[in-house]
Nanobody, 126 residues
Framework: VQLQASGGGQVQAGDSLRLSCTAS????????MGWFRQAPGKEREFVSA???????YYADSVRGRFTVSRDNAKTTVYLQMNSLKHDDAAVYYC?????????????????????WGQGTQVTVSS
């Protein structure tokens, strides 16, 4: 499965962005999905996850500001990011898992994911 994340860019603090994740030639209906991010000099960290049944979970740092969703056609997973802060600046990665636990559970560990996209850069300026 080849995932592609897009939608990153440079925004000002307080602005919004919507990231998208698609898979070449297939739908994402059979996968649990995750969003992770990595800032320079820091480890990759969990942002949000969506189970196959579309149960969502968020990191404390983004809860209430970010929303993960899957479109009705199950071809795209979105990460809507509102009220962006400087600390949100990072390369954002989407990931997919076939782990059976992901049917109902949004998985938070990076090691649970089988497939990763290439990342999209989010820059937040003053």
């Amino acid at each position: 499965v080849q995932l592609q994340a897009s939608g990153g860019g440079q925004v000002q603090a307080g602005d919004s962005l919507r990231l998208s994740c698609t898979a070449s030639g297939r739908t994402l209906s059979g996968y649990g999905m995750g969003w992770f991010r990595q800032a320079p000099g820091k480890e990759r960290e969990f942002v949000s996850a969506l189970s196959r049944r579309d149960y969502a979970y968020y990191a404390d740092s983004v809860r209430g500001r970010f929303t993960v969703s899957r479109d009705n056609a199950k071809t795209t997973v979105y990460l809507q990011m509102n009220s962006l802060k400087h600390d949100d600046a990072a390369v954002y990665y989407c990931a997919a898992t076939t782990d059976a636990a992901a049917i109902d559970l949004p998985l938070r560990r990076a090691g649970s994911y089988d497939y990763w996209g290439q990342g999209t850069q989010v820059t937040v300026s003053s």
